[in-house]
């Protein structure tokens, strides 16, 4: 089955730096690509996702891109701010209803 | 709109006691999702809820859990004989459907499950 990988585990960052966030997954079927955002106490909330049609999204300051070769895709987020800390998810799914998410990143954004 | 709603918030319960959670998703979607999250780690599927089909168990951990859902709607996990390793947060997610590769997934905020 598919098996999603999240690189850092942690990562710090000052106010106004970019972070950036990688994913490997092992289906080459896969081909839907979400990232969650969970803050403290709450449940993770879709802030991208990515279809395998396509190279790069953008939105305001985040982007995702996909690299089906290499079978990774990554978050970047950039003017990183301190509500931009959390914990972040990538995920991957074949096509069925079963999503597989990577362990999770904490991203820590310092003033 | 209300979101998925989670209840309780906060479980602890001893060692071989039965617990039951309780989701109640957003209105009118028709596909549910039950998640683990244990401490540092992703989120580990449990079961999916499609409509009036049967649900897909392949996610739990053992016969010990089990869920319904009543009425396409509002969704209880059990857990029987509850261990230490059952702590987690336990989370509900729904979605529109009908295609659950690409439809979002709405969360809850989660049941912090604690076995003492």
């Known amino acids: 089955g598919e098996n999603v990988e999240q690189h850092p585990s942690t990562l710090s960052v000052q106010e106004g730096d970019s972070a950036v966030i990688k994913c490997t997954y092992s289906?080459?079927?896969?081909?839907?690509f979400p990232w969650y955002k969970q803050e403290l106490g709450k449940g993770p909330q879709l802030i991208i996702d990515?279809?395998?049609?396509?190279g790069e999204k953008k939105d305001q300051r985040i982007a995702v891109t996909l690299n089906k070769t290499a079978k990774h895709f990554s978050l970047h987020i950039t003017e990183t701010q301190p509500e931009d800390s959390a914990v972040y998810f990538c995920?991957?799914?074949?096509?069925?209803?079963?999503?597989?998410f990577g362990a999770g990143t904490r991203l820590f954004v310092k003033a | 709109g209300a979101g998925v709603s989670q209840s309780p918030s906060n479980k602890v319960t001893e060692k071989g006691k039965d617990v039951e959670l309780r989701c109640d998703p957003i209105?009118?979607?028709?596909?549910l999702y039950w998640y683990r999250q244990s401490l540092g780690q992703g989120l580990e599927f449990l079961i999916y809820?499609?409509?009036?089909?049967?649900?897909?168990k392949s996610g739990l951990p053992s016969d010990r859990f089990s869920a319904e859902r009543t009425g396409g709607s509002v969704s209880t996990l059990t857990i029987q004989r509850t261990q230490q390793e059952d702590s987690a947060v336990y989370l509900c997610?729904?979605?529109?459907?009908?295609?659950?590769?690409?439809?979002?997934?709405?969360f809850g905020p989660g049941t912090r499950l604690t076995v003492l």
């Open positions: 997610a729904s979605s529109l459907a009908p295609i659950p590769s690409t439809d979002t997934q709405y």
């Open positions: 209105s009118g979607h028709t596909a």
């Open positions: 289906d080459s079927a896969s081909n839907y």
């Open positions: 995920a991957a799914n074949t096509g069925g209803f079963k999503t597989i």
């Open positions: 809820f499609q409509g009036n089909s049967a649900p897909d």
């Open positions: 990515i279809r395998s049609n396509v």
